[in-house]
């Protein structure tokens, strides 16, 4: 190991720049939290686009860090273009069926949401992110180097980073997070394991230029193909032929010329009509899997290093970028001095209840695609609807029953009472604060602040407000008053926008266990 690095100290070491990292650098940055983020892989890879969903939470969260705009523009497919997903026995066939107004594309012109979904190849967004964290100057990429192994102190701890000549290197942090994807060096360090289950048969995915291949059912972003012995799934990259394919079962030994001919049949064409150039081919395989640990005490696994399910949903790269804000805000309030010891505890509770129902949502939906999968108009309608419509599942996550939310005598519900397919707004402590517009193109999460944010109700009391504040500022919590035109109860509003309180009594909001402090234990 060099010494020349030896002194390096880093608020914050993050292990891999995919979308956990990028997200969790991004988040703290925020904040105004310094990171160091060490990444192997130099550049993107256009050519592994794998996830294309990003969910109308993802986007709200990205407008958060004021990236959603640049996520858009850099996308080649708009939300407004297509929001179909078709179902047909071969491209060369009409549709079987089909889905409208799939992956939350129109949520905000529904008032669901301050953003609606964006289809978009994962690479674009981590190209975004990455120009976004440059731009921040808070979180310095060091591409080419890999996180090898840790030490954890009560006081820090030390990580030893490998770059690409092979040289060694230490740099000390007050924490470490793991977001270094399935095969985890942090989660292997922390002695955590991942336990579930894999799919028997790898799927292929493929990126190919096919620019005379034409959809007899019309343009959509899923074309599901269900009538060929291998199905699979097509769908645009772009608006100028170049397509990814999925194909099922098959990704153990397809080479290209395999693919090719696979490809024809999903078209119903023969491949010379087609011109079928394939780019890259990425065999994966469906794996549903949790970590048994999350976290130490300064060690966190954010991402897919802690949870991986099947894509069908498109819910993987969603939930690390819930991952990495959840962590993200708890790291800057512990760093800035307002965290009580719960706050960071609280990241594994919250966050894995979450992981599970959305890997349970997978796996109904992997289940539905397999070989019993549906293929009559009514049987895909039934089985594959969830798969489509999870504006339950994407907005209305609760942290209820977390020891940093307030508990109500009402039973407590995960789901904050939404199924996965439909979202019904809450206040709810747990749940994320219903969107509202304020004005013309303004949110009222744009008003909100980067500590904790209390909405007022129109005729609040000022004493008690003053006396709310008074308690804050005694505590150091950063807080925000905002009037809440249309509310009701006060609700205090964390900075990843999920209420942890609500109430008409300002006086019983116990601000001190709501940050993880010790008056919890006090009030037990
Ligand atoms: C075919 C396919 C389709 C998908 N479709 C969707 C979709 O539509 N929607 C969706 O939400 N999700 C989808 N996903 C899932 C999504 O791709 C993953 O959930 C997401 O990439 C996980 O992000 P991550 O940052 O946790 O891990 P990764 O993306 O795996 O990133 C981990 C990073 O860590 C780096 N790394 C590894 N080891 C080290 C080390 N020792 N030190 C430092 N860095 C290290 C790696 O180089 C990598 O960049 C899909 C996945 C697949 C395979």
Redesign the pocket.
């Known amino acids: 190991m060099t010494r020349a690095d030896h002194d390096i100290r880093t608020p914050v070491v993050i292990?891999?720049?995919?979308?956990?990292?990028l997200a969790a650098a991004s988040e703290l940055a925020h904040h105004g939290i310094r990171s160091v983020v060490?990444?192997?892989?130099r550049h993107v890879s256009h050519l592994r686009p794998?996830?294309?969903?990003t969910s109308a939470r993802t986007m709200e969260l990205f407008r958060r860090w004021g990236v959603a705009d640049a996520v858009r523009a850099a996308a080649p497919l708009s939300p407004r273009w297509n929001r179909r997903v078709v179902f047909c026995e071969t491209l060369a066939g009409g549709a079987i069926t089909e889905f409208r107004d799939v992956f939350g594309l129109s949520a905000a012109e529904d008032g669901l949401a301050a953003e609606s979904g964006q289809q978009v190849a994962?690479p674009v967004v981590e190209e975004v992110l990455r120009e976004h964290l440059r731009s921040t100057g808070l979180a310095e990429l060091r591409l080419g180097e890999?996180?090898?192994g840790f030490t954890e102190q009560p006081a820090g701890v030390t990580c030893e980073v490998v770059r690409a000549d092979g040289s060694t290197y230490r740099l000390d942090a007050d924490y470490l997070l793991g977001?270094?994807?399935?095969?985890?060096?942090v989660r292997d360090g922390m002695g955590a394991v991942l336990r579930g289950s894999s799919a028997p048969d790898a799927n292929l995915?493929a990126v190919i230029r096919a620019p005379g291949l034409r959809p007899a059912a019309g343009a959509a972003l899923h074309h599901w193909v269900v009538g060929t012995d291998v199905p699979g799934v097509v769908g645009p990259l772009d608006r100028d032929g170049t397509w990814w394919v999925?194909l099922g079962g098959v990704g153990g030994s397809a080479d290209t010329g395999r693919a090719v001919e696979l490809i024809a049949r999903l078209a119903g064409r023969p491949a010379v009509e087609l011109g079928i150039d394939v780019l890259s081919t990425?065999p994966?395989t469906p794996r549903m899997m949790l970590a048994d640990r999350w976290a130490t005490g300064r060690v966190f696994l954010?991402?897919?290093?802690a949870h991986v399910n099947p894509?069908l949903g498109?819910?993987?790269?969603?939930t690390?970028v819930g991952d990495a804000v959840n962590i993200g805000w708890k790291l800057a309030a512990a760093l800035q001095g307002w965290a009580g010891p719960e706050l960071l505890a609280s990241y594994e509770v919250e966050r894995r209840g979450v992981a599970e129902r959305t890997l349970a949502s997978a796996v109904r939906n992997l289940r539905a695609s397999g070989p019993e999968r549906a293929t009559t108009a009514d049987r895909i309608q039934e089985t594959k609807a969830e798969e489509f419509h999870s504006l339950g599942l994407v907005l209305g996550y609760s942290y209820a029953g977390s020891p940093v939310i307030a508990d109500e005598d009402e039973p407590r519900r995960l789901d904050g009472g939404s199924s996965v397919q439909s979202y019904v707004p809450t206040t709810r402590p747990g749940a994320r604060l219903p969107h509202t517009w304020t004005g013309p193109g303004r949110a009222l999460y744009d008003d909100l602040g980067r500590g904790m944010t209390l909405l007022r109700p129109p005729g609040a009391d000022a004493a008690a407000v003053a006396a709310f504040a008074g308690r804050a500022a005694a505590l150091g919590v950063p807080l925000t008053q905002v009037e809440h035109p249309t509310g009701t109860d006060h609700l205090l509003v964390r900075p990843d926008q999920h209420i942890a309180w609500r109430g008409r009594d300002l006086a019983a909001a116990d601000l001190g266990r709501l940050c993880g402090g010790p008056q919890r234990t006090a009030h037990r």
């Open positions: 292990a891999g720049a995919g979308p956990a990292g060490v990444e192997p892989r794998r996830a294309k969903t994962q890999r996180l090898r977001c270094d994807g399935g095969r985890s060096a995915n999925s990425d994966w954010v991402g897919e290093s894509p498109g819910h993987g790269f969603n690390c």
